[in-house]
């Protein structure tokens, strides 16, 4: 009795039928007591309604007999009126409370109390109230035979035919003259309302009851015994039967429910067969994964492992993983395990042994606690991985590191590991003390263009960004002395970032060597200028000769000249010792020893300049000059002396070649000559220097940009000419190319790249 009273108590369709019950009755109650309420409302609405007009018309009625002061008129009506069934009273007072008619003859000229119930509506103030409402003038009392009574007082106002009537004058200030009192019964109301309220609530307990029935039917229908069969077959699903059917006539949402279920049954038991697979699949993975694993104990027993551990170790039943894995009598100082099982966190850890062989294994070991389903750790799980080999690898890799270490520190040239947005020197090698006189602590953390000119920071900078090769620039060490450097810039990477790395070598004695040998050169140029240059110092020296005996033989003979022809000896005179001051300048300023510094230049100067030194040599050799030199030629950046000597280098084996070729038999004219040309093109500024000469042999064509070699006879010629020439093209930024057939001559072509903002001007101009 007990059970079944637990489960009917508990059974969710009692509270589905209990709470749809109270929801159904507290929703009918809440509909009968407004119900009850509104009709209640409307029958006293009715009755103060009826009573008011009865009230007005009592007032009517009376008002002629009132008018005629007819006393025995107005008690008449107001006897008649009484005996309408429910009216109880009808009193008349006068302003002072006296009652002057009544359907009750006693009750005439007896006087009330002015403040008494009926009364006080209006005198509750002083002075009396002359406008009420009609609820104010309304009141209910209760009858001594206990039922109630509706009472309702109307005041009797004055009318103009009151105050000016000849049978009693009212002042025309008395707004009130008295009240009219009708009381009339409302036991008969009282009892329609209680019958409407019994009906109310008969209806409301009989829906109540017929509704409440209909829902335990229908949910005992449409929900017990579905849910009941639900259950059942939730139960044959817990049994592990997933296909069991569910007697449930589909159609509705229990319907859809069943289906529902019996699929999610249908999908369980895929998922366990899946899960099984996946549980054998992992045991047979746990068994088979490449690296060592126990599951431990508290007291650090081995409970499970895996076949590489057995096959290993070949463990013992009880074994401790500390006799297992290195054959000790208690456990390790440094224990993971023992970690994880203190404050349950993964912990890692390397382990080595000493094998029987005595060899050595490394391990690293990471641990994860095994908890119950409270959450308390059982056991702890190691994973341990063999690290031999990348034990060994560490070291070699030390080993290697130490090695390219000493290799880097000790490279001759000075190495900088740059930061490739900042230039930051990161890293140098021991080279720079030697070449810098910074030691390597000095420069970290500063930056490499400090070691530069202000003027050239960023230049340099911009440089290191985007080329991978900077010939010659000028640096700085630490006592502040110049230096020459190439440098070579790579890309590369540093540890957690992208840097440059930099080389640099210092070319400073290379440069003076250079100098030396372009000095020298130029001192061997200047000995074949020689003759030259005397053939052009000869003739200013002959005109100056000339004047001056014309001038000494009349002197002597005092004869008088005349002053147009003194002039003209005289400015004849100026002009050619001007002549040969520009000659022995210019003999000068290519003597001297060039700074090597670039500079916009015009070449066609250039290429007429070095010429004009060999003009007077050409002419007396019959060689002829032509030129064809472009116009508005845009500047180059070069060195203004050591270019012209590039050019006073071709031009001199140009002659040579010429000499050369007609040494032993005579030539027409027109086919000994040096042709000068220069344009512009895509690739710059160009210039070509072609002789009719003898031309270079096939098999030296390729030696003759080298130190040394010549093709000339011995005492010639130093070899030196071409190759400073080709050494200082490239200084330039440009290039030197030639082609020769032998016995029709040489081209000699020569390219200078122009700067982009005199290009992008360039091609501004000429468009």
């Not at 579905?226 to 007697?247: E, K, S, T």
């Not at 899946?274 to 650090?300: M, S």
């Not at 070509?688 to 093709?711: R, S």
Request: glycine share 6%; with cysteine; aromatic share 8%.
């Amino acid at each position: 009795m007990l059970t079944s009273g637990y489960q009917i108590r508990h059974s969710l369709i009692s509270k589905l039928i209990l709470s749809v019950g109270v929801t159904l009755l507290v929703s009918m109650s809440i509909w009968a007591y407004f119900n009850i309420r509104y009709q209640r409302h409307r029958a006293m609405e009715n009755i103060v309604d009826n009573t008011d007009r009865l009230t007005n018309t009592i007032r009517l009625g009376t008002h002629y007999a009132m008018m005629l002061n007819s006393r025995d008129d107005i008690t008449q009506i107001i006897t008649n009126i009484s005996r309408q069934e429910d009216i109880k009273n009808i009193r008349i007072y006068n302003k002072l409370g006296q009652i002057k008619f009544s359907n009750t003859p006693s009750e005439v000229n007896t006087r009330t109390n002015i403040k008494a119930e009926a009364c006080d509506i209006c005198h509750r103030s002083n002075p009396p109230l002359s406008e009420v409402t009609l609820e104010e003038r309304t009141r209910i009392m209760t009858s001594p035979a206990g039922y109630r009574l509706l009472g309702m007082i109307t005041p009797i106002r004055n009318e103009p035919g009151c105050s000016t009537d000849a049978c009693h004058v009212h002042p025309q200030n008395k707004k009130i003259l008295g009240a009219l009192d009708v009381v009339v019964s409302l036991e008969k109301t009282d009892q329609q309302i209680q019958s409407f309220k019994n009906g109310i609530i008969l209806l409301t307990v009989f829906v109540f009851l017929i509704a409440s029935a209909l829902i335990s039917v229908i949910v005992v229908r449409f929900v017990s015994r579905p849910i009941h069969n639900l259950i059942d077959g939730v139960r044959f699903f817990a049994q592990g039967n997933y296909d069991h059917p569910m007697n449930i006539t589909p159609g509705d949402e229990m319907g859809f429910l069943a289906e529902a279920i019996h699929q999610m049954g249908r999908a369980i038991g895929e998922k366990q067969a899946e899960l099984n697979r996946q549980k054998d699949e992992f045991q047979h993975l746990f068994e088979l994964v490449p690296c060592l694993i126990t599951i431990q104990d508290r007291d650090f027993r081995l409970i499970r492992y895996n076949r590489d551990f057995a096959d290993k170790f070949h463990p013992a039943d009880g074994n401790y993983c500390f006799q297992a894995y290195k054959g000790l009598a208690v456990r390790c100082v440094s224990c993971p395990v023992a970690l994880t099982f203190e404050d349950g966190k993964s912990h890692y850890g390397e382990e080595s042994r000493v094998n029987a062989d005595g060899s050595v294994t490394h391990w690293v070991a990471r641990t994860s606690p095994v908890r119950d389903a409270g959450g308390n750790i059982v056991a702890v799980m190691e994973v341990c991985l063999d690290i031999t080999r990348r034990k060994e690898l560490e070291e070699s890799l030390e080993k290697s590191e130490k090695k390219y270490r000493a290799i880097f520190n000790n490279i001759p040239n000075p190495v900088f590991v740059l930061d490739m947005d900042s230039l930051i020197v990161l890293d140098c090698n021991h080279s720079i003390t030697s070449v810098y006189g910074f030691s390597s602590d000095e420069l970290l953390n500063r930056s490499f263009l400090d070691m530069f000119s202000d003027a050239e920071r960023s230049l340099v900078g911009e440089k290191i960004r985007t080329e991978t090769v900077i010939n010659r620039v000028k640096q700085m060490d630490k006592s502040g002395r110049t230096l020459f450097v190439d440098i070579w810039i790579s890309p590369s990477e540093y540890p957690g970032r992208r840097v440059f790395l930099v080389t640099t070598s210092d070319i400073t004695e290379r440069l003076e060597t250079e100098q030396q040998f372009i000095q020298a050169s130029k001192m061997a140029t200047l000995g074949e200028m020689a003759t030259g240059v005397a053939h052009e110092l000869n003739q200013p020296l002959s005109v100056i000769k000339t004047a001056s005996s014309f001038f000494i033989k009349k002197i002597s003979r005092q004869e008088k000249m005349d002053d147009d022809v003194l002039i003209n000896l005289l400015t004849k005179i100026d002009s050619n010792v001007d002549r040969a001051s520009r000659i022995i300048t210019h003999m000068r300023q290519f003597a001297r020893k060039s700074e090597g510094k670039l500079e916009r230049v015009q070449i066609n100067e250039i290429l007429e300049k070095a010429f004009e030194i060999f003009s007077q040599q050409l002419k007396i050799r019959d060689i002829e000059a032509v030129w064809e030199l472009g116009t508005g030629l845009p500047l180059v950046l070069g060195d203004p002396g050591r270019l012209e000597q590039v050019f006073i280098n071709l031009i001199l084996n140009a002659r040579d070649a010429i000499e050369e070729r007609w040494v032993h038999r005579e030539s027409e004219h027109q086919e000994r000559r040096i042709t000068f040309k220069t344009w512009m093109s895509e690739k710059g500024v160009n210039v070509e220097i072609c002789d009719t000469g003898a031309g270079i042999p096939k098999g030296v064509q390729d030696k003759i940009f080298e130190p040394f070699f010549t093709t000339k006879d011995v005492g010639k010629g130093t070899g030196l000419g071409l190759s400073i020439s080709y050494g200082i093209i490239r200084e330039c930024g440009g290039a030197i190319h030639f082609a020769s057939e032998e016995g029709r001559g040489t081209h000699f072509t020569i390219q200078f790249p122009v700067q982009q903002d005199i290009h992008d001007e360039y091609i501004h101009t000429a468009g």
